[in-house]
Nanobody
Framework: QVQLVESGGGLVQAGDSLRLSCAASGLTFSRNTMAWFRQAPGKEREFVGGISWFGSRTDFADSVKGRFTISRDNAKNTVYLQMNSLKPEDTAIYYC?????????????????WGQGTQVTVST
């Protein structure tokens, strides 16, 4: 049974940083492309960032480029999202997702496995 468990969310002020973690089990982690999505109230789930099998390629939404980074530790079956210079518009539930295969894609429907999400709230 595949499990993705996010952690690290919380309430912060604008300009602060947070690091989200996603611990995976039940899958061959190193053979999965990993990504982070987010969903704000009343909005659709959107791609935030993704990372290929061994971290050789990353991709980010324009709204977070230059502020967020993504990394993975295949020995720990964990992917991280470092979020810096947080803005109120970053407030959302952040979800970790996994997709078997090497192709880094940005569409939620292309990801097979999902975590339960972790809330990030950025106050002014």
């Amino acid at each position: 049974q595949v499990q993705l468990v996010e952690s690290g969310g919380g309430l912060v002020q604008a300009g602060d940083s947070l690091r989200l973690s996603c611990a995976a089990s039940g899958l061959t982690f190193s053979r999965n492309t990993m990504a982070w999505f987010r969903q704000a109230p009343g909005k659709e789930r959107e791609f935030v960032g993704g990372i290929s099998w061994f971290g050789s390629r990353t991709d980010f939404a324009d709204s977070v480029k230059g502020r967020f980074t993504i990394s993975r530790d295949n020995a720990k079956n964990t992917v991280y999202l470092q979020m810096n210079s947080l803005k109120p518009e970053d407030t959302a539930i952040y979800y970790c997702a996994a997709r078997p295969g090497a192709q880094l894609v940005v569409t939620a429907l292309d990801y097979d496995y999902w975590g339960q999400g972790t809330q990030v709230t950025v106050s002014t």
